[in-house]
């Protein structure tokens, strides 16, 4: 098969196109034949070597823990699904990813692809939506009639955040530069906030839930617009447990898991319209390197995509 592979840590150049054998499936996995695999900021750090502390990566290494395709193999402890189901996925990130025409996930971590959306859109949900659901809901336990504060809101996980927020019947303010303002008003947002004209914690207030998917400066700056009791998640670095004791909040940090329970709950909204999906840019499999060009610039709205087969 062709992927995408790495066989050492550096820049984008790293990224070859290459012929690469199936990947070994066991008795609790799937093959999957991949038709797009999505690009998150998580790709390029792996690439970069950010995460080799964390995670002990043998080279050569498959990228990708985003997908959509359809189960081509079922390992012979698989119950649950058939060859020719359709299925999308956020694959355990310690093994080979999806850059490839195929690739092994174990069945317990996907879920039947939303119906209503091509493979190339369901391969931009796994990940992010995830992510956003795990830190507004199963984290910060967001309720109905809460605030909260969605820092670049027009993100990948931004985007999906404002929207699951919204379903769950939260007020929700987002961050972002003024041109992309409508379209977080078009996602749902009761507020959209434009981050380089005045600082947002003088602009927002007493709200329950901050979800900090940029760190550093603007995760300092956030524990001011948090009401006593309420909650600071992050997807970029632990926070202090001091300062959110000194004023009166919970923090934590968050490395999004798989879930296939979840993912079958997005599935189903998306199948309701209450979720959509926007992509900034579909690549094939041979211009990852573009792809990862782009994601590094941070101003993605929306999700990257490599298009693999169909």
Sequence with gaps: MKAIRIHEYGKETVLHYEDAPLPETGDDDVLIKVHAAGVNPVDWKIREGYLKELIPYEFPLTLGWDVSGVIEEVGSKVTNF???DAVYSRPDIARNGAYAEYVAVNSNEIALKPKSIDHTHAASIPLAGLTAWQALFQIAHLAE??????????????????????????YVIGTASAG?????RELG?????????VPFEDQVTDCDVVFDTIGGDTLKRSWKVLKPGGHLVSITEIPSEETAQAHNVKSDFLFVQPNAEQLGDIADLVDQGKIQTHLEQVF???????AHLLSQTG????????????
Excluded: C, N, P, W
């Design 299 to 310: 101003r993605v709205q929306g999700k990257i995509v490599l298009q693999v087969t169909g």
């Design 180 to 184: 992309k303002h409508d379209y977080l």
């Design 189 to 197: 947002a009761d507020e959209a906030v434009d981050y380089a004209s």
């Design 82 to 84: 058939q060859r020719g």
């Design 284 to 290: 094939s499999l041979q211009k990852a390197q573009d």
């Design 145 to 170: 009639g809460q605030r909260v504060l969605i820092h670049a809101a027009a993100g990948g996980v931004g985007s999906f955040a404002v929207q699951l927020a919204k379903t769950g019947g939260a």
